[in-house]
């Protein structure tokens, strides 16, 4: 019996695990593309869904927020060179070429709530990778 | 005389109980990473305060809310300026074919740097990639340039 208990555990666990980055419920459409890659690391994600709310790792960052607002957000979260070693927040402590951050931007998505995500990343040193649809 | 009846609500045996919760495990997983994240990689620069750029020199995309006008200075085939219209179905190829052509003399990082800029904020994201996209493709380094808005009083 105490094995069926362990393996519940362990369940729960995954499934928490999972949940805290999971972005599954957040309702959008890629863009096309072609020649498309795999990225190399998958610590951090950026989403803006059908209503042109950014997430980060799931999580909304604010509902009603601008986009200069969403952009010092996100910046502040990705990269704080201010903070001591460990804290330097999500992209910080990370050497070139694991910087990788996803974006899955909902392909209408106008230029005004996209913009700021792709600067506040390029500022933070962030290394882009749009997750795109292959163009049939 | 005695009639065995079987029951219908029969308990699972508990040792199955294991292996009922490992295949959870597996099926949580296995949904998890289901999620697509094949894409395109994109590098743009940090944004730099470098007054010694030749900025008469840089190629200019801009996007406004009916066409994409490229801007070649010093332009070889005589056609500094092309605009194409935004719903054109050839759009990307012709985008990159012109920036290749464009680009095809020039060496460094710096004179290869493409300047885009959007003046329609509604501008959806798919054509933004598609533009992005044809500029990398022709050998051009992106580089994001925001329209200054003056409030005049």
Not at chain 1, 6 to 32: E, G, N, T, Y
Not at chain 1, 67 to 86: D, F, H, V
Not at chain 2, 116 to 124: A, E, N
């Amino acid at each position: 019996m105490a094995m069926g208990d362990i393996a519940f555990l362990l369940l729960i666990f995954f499934v928490i695990l999972a949940r805290v980055r999971d972005d599954s419920h957040i309702q959008w459409k890629p863009a096309d593309g072609t020649e498309l890659v795999k990225p190399e690391t998958m610590r951090v994600s950026v989403a803006i869904d059908r209503d042109n709310m950014t997430y980060l790792n799931g999580t909304l960052l604010s509902e009603n927020a601008d986009s200069a607002a969403i952009r010092a957000m996100l910046s502040s979260k990705l990269y704080n060179p201010n903070g001591a070693p460990g804290q330097r927040g999500l992209l910080g402590d990370l050497p070139p070429g694991r910087r990788t951050v996803l974006l899955k931007i909902h392909r209408d998505t106008p230029y005004r709530y996209f913009e700021p995500v792709i600067e506040a990343v390029s500022e933070a040193g962030g290394e882009l990778h749009h997750v795109l649809e292959e163009k049939n | 005389m005695n009639i065995r009846r079987q029951s219908l609500l029969t308990e699972p045996p508990a040792s199955a109980t294991s292996d009922i919760a490992f295949i959870l495990i597996i099926f949580f997983l296995v949904c998890a990473s289901v999620e697509p994240e094949e894409g395109r990689q994109q590098v743009i620069p940090k944004n730099e305060k470098d007054e010694k750029k030749e900025k008469t020199k840089t190629i200019n995309v801009d996007i406004t809310p009916t066409d994409v006008i490229v801007n070649v200075p010093n332009s070889r085939d005589g056609r500094p300026v092309e605009t194409y219209k935004r719903e054109d179905p050839a759009l990307h190829a012709r985008l990159t074919a012109k920036l290749t052509g464009a680009l095809v003399d020039r060496a460094g990082d710096e004179q290869r740097v493409v300047a885009v800029m959007c003046k329609d904020d509604s501008t959806p994201y798919y054509l933004w990639m598609d533009v992005t996209d044809a500029i990398e493709q022709a050998g051009g380094i992106i580089t994001l340039v925001r329209e200054e808005v003056v409030n005049v009083q």
